[in-house]
């Protein structure tokens, strides 16, 4: 299958700093990115939503001065934790659906996943 | 918007025995039905999915199945071993308008010796 490349694969930053994690799709047209928060034995939390090009689009509650999403090609997407603080703490995981054979199929595919430790 | 229920949220077995998972869906214009496996501290793979115009499918020790009138699928895995420990994600999308795929809650499978 695809395959998207996340990093840092775990991150400990201090209160007040910003950290970014990249999203790389290797084999493939990523033209949608979707970047999900999971916290302790919890389901992935879908925060946004981009299109390679254009505005991402923030669920509910999710802040989006404070997660910053770029999507600037097919091939990159990324996450900018802005003035983290100790509850930003979470696993966050990227993951990516394209074209296939010229269609959208649904599938998606993820990356390893960072994790974020703000102290 | 959809909505994934799932249930158990927590499954213990034993070896060599079959769990079974289910999930409920809202939105009945959904079409894909992923399921992901989770191993702590890694990211979801996909074990097997299904879509809307078959109601069984089967790969090996796991089956999916599909009842789109009462809007439901479930995930079957018989002779389980101790490597099937982990949480399981259903998840269901309308791909037609690429929309979000939403998860379940997650099932944190237990397999014991």
């Known amino acids: 299958g695809a395959v998207v490349s996340q990093h840092p694969s775990w991150v400990i930053c201090k209160s007040g700093t910003s950290v970014k994690i990249e999203c790389r799709s290797l084999?493939?047209?990523?033209?949608?990115m979707f970047w999900y928060r999971q916290f302790p034995k919890q389901s992935l939390m879908l925060m946004a939503t981009?299109?390679?090009?254009?505005?991402?689009?923030?669920e509910q509650g999710v802040e989006k001065d404070k997660f910053l999403i770029n999507h600037a090609s097919l091939t990159l997407s990324t996450l900018t934790v802005t003035s983290a603080h100790p509850e930003d703490s979470s696993f966050y995981i990227c993951?990516?659906?394209?074209?296939?054979?010229?269609?959208?199929?649904?599938?998606?595919?993820f990356g390893e996943g960072s994790r974020l430790t703000v102290l | 918007g959809e909505n994934v229920e799932q249930h158990p949220s927590t499954l213990s077995v034993q070896e060599g025995d079959s769990a079974v998972i289910k999930c409920t869906y809202s939105?009945?214009?959904?079409?894909?039905f992923p399921w992901y496996k989770q191993e702590l501290g890694k990211r979801p793979q996909l074990i097997i999915d299904?879509?809307?115009?078959?109601g069984e499918k089967k790969d090996q020790r796991i089956a999916v199945t599909l009842n789109k009138t009462a809007k439901h699928f479930s995930l079957h895995i018989t002779e389980t071993q101790p490597e099937d420990s982990a949480v399981y994600f259903c998840?269901?999308?309308?791909?037609?308008?690429?929309?979000?795929?939403?998860f379940g809650t997650g099932t944190r499978l237990q397999v014991t010796l």
């Open positions: 084999d493939f047209q990523a033209t949608t």
């Open positions: 993951s990516a659906s394209g074209l296939a054979g010229g269609l959208i199929t649904g599938e998606l595919f």
């Open positions: 299904i879509r809307s115009n078959v």
């Open positions: 981009s299109n390679e090009g254009s505005k991402a689009t923030y």
């Open positions: 998840a269901a999308i309308h791909t037609g308008t690429a929309s979000k795929l939403t």
């Open positions: 939105d009945s214009a959904s079409n894909y």
